[in-house]
Structures are given as C-alpha cells and as structure tokens.
C-alpha cells in the first residue's frame, strides 16, 4: 500500500501567517524512488529533497517560490523553508510528485495543495539605524543606514539629494532639521529590501551630532505606512582623529605640498599645526622642508631637547644657519598650536598657543624645495636627503601649509578656534583661505594616506604612526 501525503498548511486554508513553514507529511517513511537516501536541498538543485517539490505563486504556472527543503531523520516529513517570508494575501501553490517511494517501493500518488496568505496590516517599524544612536567616534565618511522589520516599498524610501533643504522619508541632520544632510543618490537598498543606505555628498563635520528620522511617509511592500515617526533622540557624533608617533621610526610624507610653493625662494610661507608631545626629552621634529639633492634643510619646527622649548630651524648647507627657541617651556601630554610664518623678508615669528614666542630673520629663502616632512628629520648623505631621525614622539593633528605670511590676528583666530576653524574657508579675522596650498586635517581614522583637504590634493603617506583620538577629545 502506498504511504498518503497530508499537507500542512492544508489544501484550502486561508489567513497563513507569511512567516510560516510548510511540511509534507508522509504515513511511512520514504525514499527516492530509485532506492537512494533523502537528503535536504535548495530548491533548484540537482538531488535532494528540494528537487522533487515545486513552490510557485498562485498555481503551477505562476513565480517558482525559492526555499530550502529538509527531512527529519525517520524520512516522514519534509520542511520546506522560504527563502524569505511567503507574499501578504497571496495563493500559493505546493506540489510533490510520484518520486518517493516506501522501503516495499510502493511510490506516492502526485499531491499538491493551495493555500492563502494573511491580509498584513501591521505597519514596519525601525529595526536598527547605523551609526546608532549615542554613537561616537564614527568616522566623516561613513554611510547612514536604517533596517526596517520587514521589506519596504522602494518608491516610498527617499532621501535629501538635490540640496539640503530638507526632503525624504529618511533625513539626517546636524541643526534639528532646519538643513538636512544632502545624500549622492536615493537610498540603496539591500537585506531583501530591509536595509537602506544612504552615502551623503560630503565627508560628515568633525566633533559635530547628527541626528536621524525616518517619517510615516515609508510603506511595506502592501502599503502599510509606520504608525508613527522614528527619531533617534541623542544622534551620533563625527570623530576627531590624530595619529600618534612613537618616536622610534613613525612619520608622514606630503612632498607634493611643496609644489605649490614658489620654486626661486619659496616665500612668503606659514605652517600650523597642533602638537601633543609625549616626550620632552630629545630634540624632535615636528615637521620641516628639504631639498633632496642638493640638501637642504629648510623651515622647520622642532620641540624638546632638556628644556621643553619649541623652535624654529633652517639652514642652507652654509654659515646661514637659522635656530630661535620659544621665549616659553611648555608642558609635554598637553596639546599646543605651533605656527610659523615668514615673509618676503625672510623675517619669521615663531607662534605658540597664539602668541608670539620669537622672532627670527634671514630666514631660508634658497627656493628649490621639494621634500615636506611630518615628525621626522633628515641630514646631509653624500648631498642627498637621508639617515633619518629626530623621530617625533606623541600626537600631530591639523597640519596646514600657506604661501602667505599669515598676520598675528590670523594666527590667533586658529589657535582660539581648536579644530572647529576649516581654513580652506575665511572666516572672521582668518582671511587667507585663497593662499592655502596644503591642509591635513587627520581625520580618515584608518588607512595609511593623509588627505589634503586644500585645492590641491597632494595626498600624504603614512608610515607607522596610529590613529588616534584627536584634539577634539582632549
């Protein structure tokens, strides 16, 4: 006697949850009918249980159903798993055909049965949203997404695109919605529909909070809006990077910089930059020029030796030597604003924290420069640039190179500001945003490249030193 095939849902039923499974029942246990054992299987495949049933929408020629099939190990039931949840208010259509068989190889009859899928009226809500509320440290060119409960309805996701006036169902912004963040494109979605990012235009605002909300607008897949507005009431909050270098063998390398620089004396020139020595014991630098070949060592900023003094330094391989040391000692595991500006002159003043710290003349004006070192020194080999040491140690943030001598007042302006001041922009008493030639802002937090944020994209390399919290945080 052949083994009979119950079906579960039933033939017939209605209001069938769209999460559920489906299992065919068999009296006895069963095999292939060419004796073989059963085994579980993708629907699809060549062998296994997934290929002995048909799963389709509607009837036996509607949209196959994707799922993976399963029998338990007394060979009496088979489960067969959607791939995702079955469609709302929807016939589906199951079949096995006479390709089992019992241990006497008596095969079943061809069985099948159509039931119908609940009416959804349950509306989606917010699952999760990267960065998550609270975050911090996330990084200025990270995604925002939002996973909702379940599949959404792809023309009611929307975003800000075309300015940052505030548009969408998914906003994000840092001033309470009065301005939105302006995305690339409208959200991209993944997860079956679940999933939404959204990539904006521009690296995200260090040290700022951002907020996010996803409006009732938003509808699953059978137009069930939210029944109410998600906000995430604290937001999240771009990180402040730094790289910190251990004084041994860490430093950056930006030459390109010094092509924007005028080649016969490379002035008028300003540097700034923010410093957290770690050590106050060794002569260090902070960063510098050079001439490769033949050497030279041009402008340069330096900290420590015993007295935990800054100082300026150059010197054209003659008797030219420049050196002024900070009229100040200053405190090593503490941040300080170092600048050093020189004009067409050649006369310079050293800036610590904002004030004047020295003064200094006959400053290099050789020209000819072609080497920009971060937190490490270089000396005379055989004519060229090499034997490098005087390794920084502790944390270098904000570096920022002009072909202008910036004023006292500008120079103020930065210190005052922290990091919050971008200089590739005016703004108040700072006005030498055209003469910027190289910006540094440390804020990838990974990777071995230091992006220049001026117009002129010379990309630093990185060589050993970390990522690390920066001013911001201190």
Request: hydrophobic letters at 30%; charged letters at 15%; proline letters at 4%.
């Amino acid at each position: 006697m052949a083994p009979t095939v119950t079906f579960s849902p039933a033939n017939g039923a209605t209001g069938v949850p769209i999460s559920n499974n489906i299992t065919i029942i068999f009296s006895e246990a069963v095999r292939n009918i060419d004796n073989t054992v059963l085994t579980d299987s993708n629907s699809g495949d060549a062998n296994g249980v997934g290929s002995l049933i048909t799963l389709r929408l509607n009837n036996t020629y509607g949209t196959n159903i994707a799922f993976y099939a399963t029998i338990d190990t007394n060979k009496t039931v088979i489960t067969i798993d959607p791939t995702n949840n079955l469609p709302h208010s929807q016939a589906v259509y199951v079949v096995i055909g006479a390709t089992v068989e019992d241990s006497a190889g008596n095969p079943i009859t061809a069985a099948n049965a159509t039931f119908t899928t609940v009416q959804e009226t349950t509306g989606p809500t917010v699952s999760s949203v990267y960065p998550a509320d609270n975050q911090n440290g996330v990084s200025i060119s990270d995604n925002i997404s939002v996973t909702f409960s379940e599949a959404m309805e792809p023309s009611y996701i929307t975003t800000t695109t075309s300015d940052t006036n505030c548009a969408g169902t998914i906003r994000v912004s840092s001033d309470n919605f009065s301005n939105c963040v302006r995305m690339s494109s409208e959200p991209v979605s993944s997860n079956s529909n679940r999933t939404w990012t959204l990539d904006p235009v521009d690296n995200l605002a260090v040290g700022t909070t951002y907020k996010i909300i996803v409006t009732t607008g938003v509808q699953d897949t059978v137009g069930n809006p939210m029944s109410s507005q998600y906000d995430n009431s604290s937001g999240f909050t771009i990180a402040h990077y730094a790289l910190d270098f251990d004084g041994t063998d860490d430093n950056v390398s930006a030459n390109g910089v010094t092509t924007e620089l005028d080649l016969s004396d490379n002035l008028p020139l300003s540097v700034s930059a923010w410093v957290y020595p770690d050590n106050g014991t060794k002569e260090q630098l902070i960063f510098g020029f050079y001439q490769n070949n033949p050497f030279n060592q041009g402008p340069g900023v330096w900290f420590g030796s015993t007295v935990r003094k800054f100082s300026y330094y150059d010197n054209d391989g003659g008797s030219s030597a420049v050196l002024e040391y900070s009229s100040n000692t200053y405190s090593i595991n503490n941040w300080h604003h170092v600048v050093f500006t020189i004009g067409d002159d050649q006369a310079g003043v050293l800036y610590v924290n904002g004030s004047s710290a020295g003064t200094f003349s006959g400053a290099f004006d050789s020209g000819g420069l072609d080497m920009f070192s971060i937190g490490v020194e270089y000396d005379n080999v055989s004519g060229s640039a090499g034997n490098p040491e005087q390794y920084f140690d502790g944390k270098i943030d904000e570096v920022a190179v002009w072909n202008d001598e910036l004023t006292s007042a500008e120079v103020t302006a930065i210190y005052n500001s922290g990091y919050t001041l971008d200089v590739s922009s005016n703004s108040g008493l700072y006005v030498s945003a055209a003469n910027l030639q190289g910006y540094y802002r440390f804020n990838e937090g990974s990777g071995t490249s230091l992006q220049d944020n001026s117009s002129n994209s010379n990309t630093g390399t990185i060589t050993g030193a970390i990522w690390t919290t920066g001013l911001v945080s201190e």
